[in-house]
Structures are given as C-alpha cells and as structure tokens.
C-alpha cells in the first residue's frame, strides 16, 4: 500500500493541498480523511484491511473512506518493482549501446573553435570557472569534422531499426562559431554532397555578432535553426556581453538580427543569460517587442563547482534579486489570462513556465526512470555528441574536457562512458533517500569538480524545500489555467507535432 511517511505536502497559494509520491511518480489531491485511510492502512498492525475501514468509518464519511481506499487499490495496481528508483540494470557496454540506439544519438554539435571575439563576464571559459578550460586559438580541421559526420550518420542509420522516426541534427558550437564559418560551409555541401536524402538539419548558437549578410543569407538559405546569446536592452545586454577591447556589443548584435527579422525569417531566437542584477521587467519589455528575437531558453548564470561569478554581488544584491523575482512571478500570475492570447511566448512565460513543464512533461510520470540511470537528471552520455577541437567526444558541450567518451577515429569508448556513469551514480549518496528525486534537474555538470564528482550529499543541501517550491508554483499554475498541463502533456505534444491541432 501507499506510504504517507514517504510523501510530501505540497500546499499551493490557492489553499489547496496535494502530496507528491516520488515512488508513483504522482501529485495527489490531499484531504484529511486520505491521509487518515493511507496512514492507517500503512501503519497500523490490523490483521485485516476490513477492521481499519470499521474504525475510519467511525470518525469520516462513509463516500470518503470508501472512495479513498478504492483509490488506493487502483494506485498501487500501477506500482512495480521498479518505482523504487533502484540501479536495477547494470550498466554494461551492451545496455549502454541498445539504450543509445533506441533513445540517444539526437544531435551531433561540433565545437568549431575555441576562439572568440567575446569576453562575456559570465562565459563558462572565463576565469571566474576553476575547472573549465580558458579561450584558445584553437580551430578544428575539416578532415575530423568529416570522420565526425560520417559517424554520427552510420549511428544514426544502425538506429533506424529501434527508432526510424529519428531525424539527424547537426549542431555549430565555439567559442564563436562564425569564426570558422568556412568549416561550417564545408560541412553543410559535404553532407548536401553525401547524405542529402537524410533530411538532416542544422543548428548554430553563435553571439550574432558576425552574422552579416552573406552569412546570415547562407544560414538561412539552408534552414538553421538560429540561437542568438542577447540578454536583453542595451544597458542589460553590454553589462556582461563584452568585446575582447571591454566594448559593449549589443548595437552591432540588433543590426545583425534585425536584418534575419526584416526578411519573416522564422527560425531564429533569443537565449537570454540573467544573474543577480537583471532588471526582469525590463527584459519582459524588451524581449515582447516585434523587432527581437522570441526567447527560447533563459538562463541563470551557473552556480556550479569552482563557480566564482557570484563572488562580486552582496547579499544584499541577492534579497533585491529574490523580491523581484517575486514580483514578476506575481505579475505573470495575474496576467495569464492575457498570456494565452499572445502569438509568441514572453519572457516571463518562459522565465516561470519552465516549472510547470518540467512537472508536467518530465516528472508527473507514473513510469519509472530509465533503470540504468535513475537519479538526478543526468542522461546517458551520447544521448548527445560533442566534439572538440581535438576530436574527442564528450556527453555534452557544457562539461569539462576531463571525461571525454571517445574520438573520431576510434568513435565511442561505451566503457568509458559506463565508467562516467558509474563513477557519478556512486556520488549520489543521497538520492536513495530523497523525496523529490524524480524532481531533481540535475545532472554532471552540477557535481563536476577537479577530480570527479562532488557527493551530492554535501552538494543537495536544500533540495527538497527548493523542489516542493517549484511544484507548488507550477501547481498554482495549473490551477489558475488548468489548460496549461493539457497543452503541456507529452500526448497532447505528440499528437499536435503529427496530426495538427
């Protein structure tokens, strides 16, 4: 049966209750005579179900107990072994690969360079990051970037047999990308010359700094799908995002842009990075305008391991950002309503809606993680490819170059990236007994440090307060516009990718 000692309360702004169970993978609507059945039943010695029910029925309407305790017999029917959230497949080369073939493989990015005409205050390649590299003058060659392409080609032409709905995406990474923009227009013809029946698309995260006219048209023409870094106004933007000569560079990234914008160009978007100081209703402003990019990611600036970005702001600087934070969270609240009729989503929606999916898509689940990688929300390293200049691959761009998975001539090392897996999930101390497990969103890179990884004991110390937070904000969400977890269903997604509305 259910055990209430193993749920947690979540109380929403509306006044409603709910108990999450991380072992179903559930939010429950709670009422006091739930509780007293899943207590009674789950602590109580009785001999029988039934003399629990006699005395509930003493002391709580006779629907409610009945309701209840039917309810429960139907939650635990879906229960299984697995929901434990145990390592119950071993992670061997075998697993590794099959799971890989059948889920992974779903981009390749090259790091083109290592060199940029930025120095953003922020960038993960700065000092203020103890353990990630600096910028070099470092390019990659054609000839690894072919290897690279022709085995991510063959990966993804074994998979077809496990997943044939699959789709190449080749991806442009740097430093600054169009510094090796000749790289990038032999890699294109290359695979229009070799693969062009692969239907393979084509992704760029680029400053937008470089993006004149020939460049601009040449992306365009090829359908990339375009990521700009622009944090916001002016004074927002050139507060971090700097030329190598301390100049700001936002007035040459909008003439750049706005000249895709001016053509209907479709497939371009804003990434804005936020910290401390950011003005959020300034950016909500900004980023509604016609004339910029719509947002599709924001982020904060890392906290991770040997992070010392935050050591210049005051705590002071941090309470002003958490009360701001607070109003906008407000005011996207009370503006929902008016959220819905927008043909692009704001700012704001993309600030405090990410909660809301992740409950929604990711963790209201009453299937179980994958069984090779159960805690946190690390994947499978080569769910993505990323290589370096070098040649090595890496789970992602974002880690360090200390746990490469392989290289182009020798493609993937799947025991070396069992050995990455293994080597993490022993440093998960304390996800066996944490209560928002399927909630947590985090991943390597969190727990990276010099010589491994941290023990998430000593890393999560507030986890569970900070998750009960974010599902009692996008419940509250729900609530006030129920149409949301519809809309953001995996079924309702799935069904308006392949059929329309």
């Given amino acids: 049966m259910l055990d209430g000692t193993k749920m947690v309360e979540i109380k929403t702004s509306n006044g409603n209750t709910y108990e999450w169970d991380d072992e179903i993978g559930l939010l429950i609507p709670s009422s006091n005579t739930m509780k ?23 002391i ?21 072994k697995n929901h434990n959230q145990e390592i119950s497949q071993e992670i061997t080369t075998s697993n590794i690969r099959e799971y890989l073939l059948r889920t992974g493989y779903s981009q ?18 700065s000092d ?53 923009f000749r790289l990038i227009k032999k890699c294109v013809e290359y695979v229009k010359r070799c693969y062009e029946n692969e239907g393979v698309k084509y992704h760029i995260t680029t400053n937008g700094s470089l993006l004149d006219r020939e460049k601009a048209d040449y992306l365009m023409d090829h359908d990339f799908v375009m990521s700009i870094s622009i944090d916001g106004p002016e004074d927002e933007h050139n507060r971090n995002r700097l ?49 910029v990019p719509p947002v599709s990611t924001v982020t904060t600036v890392s906290t991770n391991s040997g992070c010392r970005y935050y050591e210049q702001f005051t705590e002071k600087d941090k309470l002003g950002f958490r009360e701001l934070l607070k109003k906008a969270r407000d005011h996207y609240f009370k503006s929902l309503d008016v959220e819905k009729q927008n043909e692009r989503p704001s700012f704001f929606y993309k600030l405090f809606n990410e909660p809301l999916e992740k409950v929604f898509l990711d963790c209201v689940s009453i299937y179980s993680p994958p069984s090779i990688m159960p805690f946190t929300d690390a994947c499978v390293p080569g769910l993505k490819l990323f290589l370096d200049v070098r040649g090595e691959y890496h789970a992602c761009e974002k880690l360090t170059s200390n746990h490469p998975i392989g290289n182009v001539n020798e493609g993937l090392n799947y025991e070396k990236i069992g050995e990455l897996m293994r080597n993490y999930l022993n440093h998960m101390d304390k996800c066996q007994n944490c209560k928002v497990k399927r909630r947590c969103f985090y991943c390597y890179l969190v727990f990276e440090n010099n010589v491994g990884f941290s023990y998430s004991s000593e890393f999560c110390k507030e986890v569970e307060s900070k998750q009960k937070t974010n599902l009692s904000e ?28």
Avoid: Q
């Fill in 36 to 58: 007293l059945v899943i207590n009674e039943i789950s602590n109580n010695s009785y001999s029988n179900e039934n003399e629990i029910i006699k005395d509930l029925l003493k």
């Fill in 128 to 180: 203020n990051y103890e353990y990630s590299r600096n910028h070099s003058e470092n390019y990659m060659d054609f000839k690894i970037a072919k290897k690279a392409i022709d085995y991510y080609m063959s990966l993804i032409d074994e998979g077809c047999r496990y997943n044939p709905l699959r789709k190449p995406v080749i991806g442009f990474y740097g430093g600054e990308p169009l510094l090796n």
């Fill in 243 to 291: 030329y190598k000569n301390g100049n700001g560079t936002f007035k040459d990234v909008m003439k750049n842009v706005r000249r895709i914008i001016d053509v209907k160009y479709e497939n371009i978007s804003s990434m804005p990075v936020i910290d401390w100081k950011s003005d959020l209703f300034k950016l909500e402003y900004f980023f509604n305008r016609d004339d």
């Fill in 474 to 501: 996008s419940i509250t969400i729900a609530e006030i516009n129920p149409r949301i977890v519809e809309e953001n269903s995996v079924l309702y997604k799935n069904i308006k990718k392949y059929y329309g509305d």
């Fill in 108 to 125: 390749l990015i090259l790091g083109v360079t290592e060199a940029c005409n930025f120095r953003c205050k922020y960038c993960a390649y």
């Fill in 60 to 80: 709580c309407d006779a629907d409610d107990v009945y309701y209840y305790h039917s309810w429960m017999k139907k939650l635990n029917g879906i229960k299984n």
